[in-house]
Each structure stands twice: as C-alpha cells, then as structure tokens.
C-alpha cells in the first residue's frame, strides 16, 4: 500500500528566500507525481506534474524533481512571496487510471 | 476552457439527515474522482469513475455514500445518514485519459458539509 509523507509539517520563512518541500513515498513503482498547493477555502491548484520518466519539471520560480529509487520528490520554490502562502500537496499516481495518494500537506507562511 | 464545477459550496445539516453533491467536470475528461478531505489532512479517494463506469470504490462507504455517473459527464455523490465524522469538504477531481495533460487532476472548489 502506498504511503505518502511531507516534511515539514509547516514552515515559515522571510519574504525573498528559497525553500524546500519534501514529499516521500513507499512504493516507488510510481505513474506520476503531482504537486499542488490549496489556499483556505479552497480547492486544490495543480503546480507541476512529473511523470515517471522524468527528473524534473519547472514553471516559472518552481522547480519539481524526482528520484524514483529513493522514494522522494522536492518542490523548490525560489524567492519566496507572502502571496505564496498556502498549503503544498503532492499525490502519487500509482498506475496508469489509478487513483492518486495524497501527502497530508505542508503549511507554508512568507512573512513579508 | 471551464473549470471542474460543483454544487453547493457549503452545506450544514443535522446528523441522521441525507446531503448530495454535483460535479460537473471539464468537458472531455473521461475519468471523475470524488475526494474526502477532513481539516488538517490530505485528499482520501472515496470513488473513480471512468465514464460511467467505476473503477475504484474500495474507500467509499457503502452503508451510507453513494454516487453515480449519468452518461459519463456530471456525477452526484449522496450521503443518507450523515454522521459527525462526515463534517469534510467533498472535492471533485477530473482528469484526461489522452493528450498533452494526460493524467493530471483537475481539481474544483469542494463542496463543505458540517454535521450537526
């Protein structure tokens, strides 16, 4: 059975900086890998999708990589902004037409 | 291009009472799932449809959810009781089974249900 964890919990950092989200998995034989993030309220607004054959995908100031073998993805996000508060989800898809298994979640706070 | 709707944004009802929800999702994705998200926790998968067609259920609640997929576009999820422990929000997710977005979900704004 898939797992997926996120460390850490929550984080708070000063406007300007670059962080790190991580995203751990059990089971490695992966589909893809998604990240979003989710405002209060709201619903879920996808970031980046990896696919299993990839290493990395960016937009703009995120960049997402994989490494299958160990289980892990990061969520780079550079020169943090207090409209980039919110809370970042990843979710495994174990096969093709599989449904995804969410990570709990990191909350993230820029401090202008 | 239109976004993954649902209906109603909030919901509060007494416990032992019945609630549905809709979902209509972007135009020509075949695959629907319904999502349960407690506060604090990520998204639990209660049901995949592919079309009309369910291909994962195991999560869903059988002795009080249910849902349905007419004709393969809007879905309705329906809870008869409502207990406590439904107080969620109910999101409705969509996804492509072809093209450049093939895979990804597409997520609308959830449905709140607080139980009384």
């Known amino acids: 059975k898939q797992e997926v964890t996120q460390i850490p919990a929550a984080l708070s950092v000063p406007e300007g900086e670059n962080l790190v989200l991580n995203c751990s998995f059990t089971?490695?034989?992966?589909?893809?890998l998604q990240w979003f993030r989710q405002d209060p309220g709201k619903g879920l607004t996808s970031l980046l999708l990896?696919?299993?054959?990839?290493r990395e995908q960016t937009s703009g100031r995120l960049n997402a990589s994989l490494d299958k073998s160990s289980g892990r993805s990061t969520l780079y996000i550079a020169a943090s902004q207090p409209g980039d508060s919110a809370t970042y989800l990843c979710?495994?898809?174990?096969?093709?037409?599989?449904?995804?298994?969410f990570g709990p979640g990191t909350r993230l706070s820029v401090l202008p | 291009e239109a976004g993954v709707a649902q209906s109603p944004r909030y919901k509060i009802i007494e416990k032992r009472q019945s609630v549905a929800f809709w979902c209509n999702p972007i135009?020509?994705?075949?695959?629907l799932y319904w999502y349960q998200q407690i506060l604090g926790q990520g998204p639990k998968l209660l049901i995949q449809?592919?079309?009309?067609?369910?291909?994962?259920d195991s999560q869903l609640p059988k002795d009080r959810f249910s849902a349905e997929r007419l004709k393969g576009v809007d879905s309705t999820l329906k809870i008869q009781p409502a207990k406590l422990e439904d107080s969620a929000v109910y999101l409705c997710?969509?996804?492509?089974?072809?093209?450049?977005?093939?895979?990804?979900?597409?997520f609308g704004e959830g449905s709140r249900l607080t139980v009384l």
């Open positions: 979710a495994v898809g174990r096969n093709y037409g599989q449904n995804f298994v």
């Open positions: 997710a969509s996804s492509p089974t072809s093209g450049r977005a093939t895979g990804e979900l597409f």
């Open positions: 135009s020509g994705h075949a695959t």
């Open positions: 449809f592919q079309n009309n067609g369910v291909v994962d």
């Open positions: 089971d490695s034989a992966i589909y893809n």
């Open positions: 990896i696919q299993s054959s990839q």
